[in-house]
């Protein structure tokens, strides 16, 4: 237990701030917002918050395209106002974690207005610049919210590569100006005394020599960019250069989303030799209820085999051990609420399966993010319509799929954007009943969920059985029993499609982790040896091989 690092331990709190808490009225949340609720936080019990881009912004990808990384947007207050927040969240003993955005900037960001000004000025080179190839995109790739993943530049005759919006312009990490202008630019928030940061699509930033053709899914249009540029030629390169240069200078925490890792890449980018990254986000998990139909992507409505899930998360789990470390996540501002996904948000079993989901993740080896609003069983928004979406993604889906490539019909891609849309994530944090959930005394950026009233935090803190007290009781077992962070996973039954049980093995002690995933009772018998005691459950007594519908439960013993 000595080798355990801090962020093994941590619970991860995401915050994203435009959704959290408005404090000035003007419908969008803020720094001073988030500062109000850090004592719910503190309360909740996580160690460290991950708060989405604050940078300035035009916000054309809410806040993922930034033109200023050295400023705060606008919208969400001022440096003094981050100083302060930064500096009472360390009062209580709360980390504050960055997002590091830089496989691109926004097209307002100064280095991209030079860069397009004229094929020789200083700053061409860092960006992704080519001329057509027989009047065309350089070459096949699509953009991750639909579309190609070109824009011609009628000023100077090439195309810049967008792999997100057309105002997220890709940076050209092979020129060393723009590593070492990335690497000031981090240092800046390191001397600020952040904690650490998130990393972006950081296995994005490599592109792959000259550019090859992404493979075209049946029925697609444009070529797979994710595939073609996901951990490139020199990514773990250049990782080690950060870590060198910016990461070495404190007691940092960095998580890198990697889009498109696998494990061999995984255990580079997280090794325990602290050569790169302490952990990642992967995504194998995420795309296992995708679309059979490879042309629409993530754009589904059924929920995910149970085996399949299983195997995944096995697979992650066991082959890191040792090697690298895992990070745990159900959702996040880009994926639909863990309970609406996972378990089951109808009345009857929304509290229920929501904790259920919860233990499942949280007992794994690895360390767990927590996505506002999650800790009280928030739901999807099923009552917004086309007209309320404010993601870029959703946004283009409806255009691309629907109007221009006319893969599927609007009633459908609506059922799909209510089960997967991001949007789903990003209504406002539900404080309270009253108008507008008490995140607002303003007209909110992005209509509010309609359950609000049944469904908030001041709800939640009243009741001894919710959501909410069931992840604080998770989050300080975490922090009190070592074996949740070092035992060794097993999985129990790979074949049994109803029910994830694990075992977590320790030199003098197990848990055994037991979760039915769907509502019927069912019996099983998983030898649990006589004086085994119940460390947490989510039915107040104990029916032994019965396990209800949604049970969680886990034994602790010898
Ligand atoms: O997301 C990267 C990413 O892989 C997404 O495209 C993800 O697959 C998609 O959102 C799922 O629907 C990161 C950020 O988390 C996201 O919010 C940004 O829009 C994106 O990068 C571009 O910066």
């Given at each position: 237990t000595e080798n355990i690092k801090w962020w093994q331990k941590a619970v991860v709190y995401q915050v994203y701030p435009r959704s959290?808490?408005?404090?000035?009225?003007?419908g969008i949340g803020d720094l001073k917002g988030i500062e109000q609720r850090l004592d719910y936080i503190e309360k909740l019990g996580a160690d460290v918050i991950w708060l989405n881009p604050i940078y300035s912004?035009?916000?054309?990808d809410n806040g993922y395209d930034?033109?200023?990384?050295?400023?705060?947007n606008v919208k969400f207050g001022n440096m003094l106002d981050f100083d302060r927040l930064l500096a009472k969240a360390h009062d209580k003993n709360i980390k504050i974690v960055m997002d590091l955005v830089v496989n691109h900037t926004s097209d307002q960001h100064d280095w991209f207005i030079e860069s397009r000004s004229?094929?020789?000025?200083?700053?061409?080179?860092f960006y992704i610049w080519r001329d057509p190839v027989n009047g065309h995109e350089p070459n096949n790739w699509g953009s991750f919210f639909s579309g190609p993943a070109w824009k011609f530049d009628e000023k100077t005759g090439q195309y810049y590569l967008h792999?997100?919006?057309?105002g997220q312009p890709d940076l050209n990490w092979k020129n060393s100006e723009v590593r070492q202008a990335v690497f000031d630019m981090m240092n800046f928030w390191v001397d600020k005394g952040i904690d650490g940061f998130r990393m972006?699509?950081?296995?994005?930033?490599s592109k792959p020599d000259g550019l090859p053709d992404g493979e075209v899914p049946?029925?697609?249009?444009?070529?797979?960019s994710d595939k073609a540029v996901?951990?490139?030629?020199?990514v773990h390169e250049y990782l080690q250069e950060m870590r060198q240069q910016v990461?070495?200078?404190?007691?940092m925490m960095t998580v890198g989303e990697a889009s498109g890792v696998d494990i061999p890449n995984a255990i580079k980018y997280a090794?325990?030799?602290?050569?790169?990254?302490?952990?990642v986000f992967q995504f194998e998990h995420m795309g296992l209820?995708?679309?059979?139909?490879?042309?629409?992507?993530?754009w589904y409505d059924k929920k995910v085999s149970l085996i399949s899930l299983k195997e995944n998360l096995s697979k992650w789990q066991n082959e890191l051990t040792d090697k690298a470390w895992n990070s745990l996540y159900w959702?996040?501002?880009?994926?639909?609420r863990a309970v609406s996904r996972y378990g089951n948000d109808s009345e009857e079993y929304r509290v229920i399966s929501a904790k259920m989901v919860a233990t499942l993740l949280h007992f794994m080896q690895g360390t767990p993010y927590v996505y506002q609003g999650e800790e009280i069983g928030m739901t999807n928004a099923?009552?917004?319509?086309r007209e309320d979406f404010d993601d870029v993604e959703i946004k283009n889906a409806f255009k691309y799929?629907?109007?221009?490539?006319?893969?599927?019909?609007e009633d459908t891609m609506l059922k799909y954007v209510h089960a997967k849309g991001r949007d789903n994530a990003r209504?406002?944090?539900?404080?309270?009943?009253t108008e507008n959930a008490g995140f607002t005394?303003?007209?909110?950026w992005i209509k509010l969920n309609a359950n609000f009233k049944k469904i908030n935090v001041s709800q939640a803190l009243a009741d001894p059985d919710s959501v909410f007290y069931y992840y604080q009781k998770l989050i300080k077992l975490r922090h009190e029993l070592a074996i949740i962070t070092t035992g060794k996973y097993q999985l129990l039954?790979?074949?049994?499609?109803?029910i994830y049980a694990y075992r977590r093995v320790g030199k003098d002690e197990q848990l055994l982790v037991i979760n039915n995933f769907t509502m019927q009772t069912i019996d099983r018998d998983y030898?649990?040896?006589?004086?085994?005691?119940?460390?947490?459950?989510?039915?107040?007594?104990d029916a032994g091989r019965s396990l209800r519908p949604y049970e969680a439960k886990v034994y602790r013993f010898a």
């Open positions: 959290f808490q408005d404090a000035d009225g003007d912004s035009p916000d054309k930034i033109s200023n990384y050295e400023d705060i004229s094929k020789d000025n200083d700053k061409r080179d792999l997100f919006v057309e972006d699509v950081i296995s994005l930033i049946d029925g697609g249009k444009y070529g797979n996901a951990n490139g030629p020199h990461l070495n200078r404190a007691d090794n325990s030799d602290s050569s790169e990254l302490n952990m209820d995708n679309n059979p139909n490879p042309a629409l992507g993530k959702d996040n501002h880009d994926q639909p099923y009552n917004l319509q799929l629907i109007d221009k490539d006319h893969l599927v019909d209504t406002p944090m539900q404080w309270d009943s005394t303003g007209k909110p039954d790979p074949d049994d499609a109803q030898d649990v040896p006589a004086g085994a005691e119940i460390l947490i459950s989510n039915y107040n007594d």
